[in-house]
């Protein structure tokens, strides 16, 4: 299982927001996937209407990767499917460009979700610049050809 992150951006209003959120989250990316061992992904997302399992052609120009460890996979896909049709957190996502609006409680956005399925405690904290500094932190240990540079002798 590995976590994508989107470090592209999509014309007209869609890309203006992916700016402003990779801006404010001060990093490269504005959005995350959790990708499975059999190649289907998993997140929140507005343009699908939510929580949903989704197959993704990954063009490695415009996602990074991270490896994650075997162990976290079952747990975390039985997370998404028991929390698959709920709805997209959009005010817990505007947050991240307009600091003043509250998360819904009933909602997910993409790396709240991806966090929740990974077991991190309140991961609507986390944008997805935030959610993959700690997922190196954590795992630092990445291939060449994940796009990340992790010094040498970091265990």
């Known amino acids: 299982m590995r976590a994508a992150f989107y470090k592209a951006t999509r014309p007209g209003v869609q890309g203006l927001y992916s700016h402003a959120v990779q801006w404010v989250d001060r990093g490269p990316y504005s959005h995350c996937e959790l990708v499975f061992s059999d190649g289907l992904s998993a997140s929140a997302s507005w343009m699908d209407g939510g929580v949903r399992f989704k197959r993704i052609d990954y063009d490695p120009d415009h996602w990074d990767f991270i490896e994650l460890p075997d162990h976290l996979e079952a747990a975390a896909r039985a ?44 991961p609507w904290r986390l944008g997805p610049n935030g959610l993959a500094a700690l997922l190196l932190s954590m795992y630092p240990r990445q291939p060449a050809s994940a796009g990340f540079f992790t010094p040498e002798g970091t265990p």
């Not at 509250?102 to 709240?112: L, T, V």
Request: with cysteine.
């Open 79 to 122: 997370w998404f499917e028991a929390h698959k049709g709920e709805p997209y957190d959009l005010p817990g996502n505007l947050r991240f460009v307009f600091w003043l609006v509250r998360e819904a409680p009933e909602g997910w956005f993409c790396s709240e979700a991806e966090g929740a399925a990974l077991g991190i405690l309140e």
